[in-house]
């Protein structure tokens, strides 16, 4: 190991964790020297494949965060899954990058963003969307005052007509936590808050599915493949959420449906519009009715985003994304389940310490 580089260690060996992998290999200053996986080969096999010594694979994370001197770790474990290593972590003074959703239930999120402030190391939830161009121009956009009052915004990444993940990680409940709520939900509804500048969630009114999911016939050609007797989650959700300043926004998201898509993104202000994919922003400007479209540069955001973690680590923080707002959006993702539940409106009930 090279005496000055950041050493960093991934959890969880399964398809994202190379992506964490390949970025750590190229980012300069980075040596990836151990991981950990309940599958210990999966974890070997990892290991030979990215130059992980053979003397720090581990079947055991805790193991791993005892024996090995890290810097920093991935968490790239089932969603329901990254609470416990990334609080351990924390509590050993290890900084973390976890993958996204931050949890599959709001209390372990809060517990996980209280080991952060306790330890005082870095917690980073990698939603990479937070680097895309059309995001930060939105947010700019909106930030400057041009829409005017955002009054309403609908949420979505337009949905897929046949995309349900094939890894039973992704559809039993024990190991996902959830379904499209989680996997797609949480990147809609963190741009949506993110660009709006995190206004206070106040009431959900929602309704989720698993329409498509247990069908075996809706395996089809040119679909993803999924085994139906292992679906135990939704595919599809339909959100109202009240926001505080009287914003409201409605969540749309689905793995599978018989349509091509939900549409697309977009805000609605008392002074402009913006609608994302393309970026758009429309206003009415010298008596009349203007269309702008931005040129926006190519970026590679699950770089941007692994460097600006690196980056922070060297630094000693703080954490290119605020673990705090993450929390707050997994309260609502749990009152949506909760609504839908309950067939009624919900208030999003946030603890007081994440209100200071």
């Known amino acids: 190991m090279k005496e000055n580089s950041i050493k960093v260690g991934i959890i ?16 300069p200053g980075v040596e990836l020297v151990a991981v950990a996986d309940v599958d210990e ?32 770790v991935s968490v790239c474990t089932p969603h329901a899954v990254h609470a416990r290593p990334t609080i351990e ?8 990058n976890v993958e996204k959703p931050m949890a599959s239930k ?12 306790e330890s005082g190391k870095i917690l980073m939830v990698g939603f990479q969307t937070r680097w895309s161009p059309e995001i930060v121009a939105a947010k700019r956009i909106v930030a400057s005052g041009a829409l005017g009052r955002v009054y309403y915004c609908e949420a979505t990444l337009g949905g897929r007509r046949r995309g349900i993940p094939g890894s039973p990680t992704f ?8 379904g499209v709520v989680l996997d797609l939900g949480c990147y809609a509804i963190d741009n949506a808050m993110y660009v709006l500048g995190f206004p206070r969630p106040v009431s959900v009114s929602a309704s989720i599915e698993a329409a498509i999911g247990p069908q075996k016939s809706a395996v089809v050609e040119c679909g993803w493949g999924w085994s139906p007797e292992d679906f135990e989650v939704e595919d599809f959700v339909a959100a109202f959420v009240r926001l505080e300043g009287g914003c409201s926004m409605v969540l749309k998201e689905s793995w599978a449906m018989h349509s091509n898509s939900l549409g697309s993104a977009f805000f609605l202000g008392t002074k402009g519009g913006l609608r994302l994919s393309p970026l758009e922003v429309y206003r009415d400007e010298w008596g009349y009715m203007t269309t702008t479209t931005l040129a926006l540069p190519q970026v590679d955001i699950h770089r941007e985003k692994m460097k600006a973690f690196i980056e922070a680590v060297s630094k000693g923080g703080p954490s290119p994304i605020d673990p705090r707002e993450i929390v707050i959006e997994q309260f609502i993702l749990e009152a949506i ?18 209100l200071a």
Request: glycine share 8%.
């Open 12 to 27: 969880g060996a399964g398809g994202i964790a190379n992506v964490h992998a390949r970025y750590y290999r190229e980012l």
């Open 41 to 72: 080969k999966r974890a070997v096999d990892f290991a030979r494949r990215w130059g992980v010594p053979e003397s720090n694979v581990f079947a055991d994370y805790s193991k791993m965060l005892r024996s090995v001197q890290l810097d920093a």
């Open 89 to 96: 972590a924390l509590r050993r003074g290890i900084h973390v």
């Open 106 to 117: 709001a209390a372990d999120a809060l517990e996980m963003w209280r080991a952060a402030k």
């Open 171 to 178: 559809l039993k409940r024990d190991l996902a936590g959830g």
């Open 337 to 354: 389940y909760e609504s839908a539940s309950r067939g009624k409106e919900v208030e999003v009930r946030l603890p007081r310490e994440l």
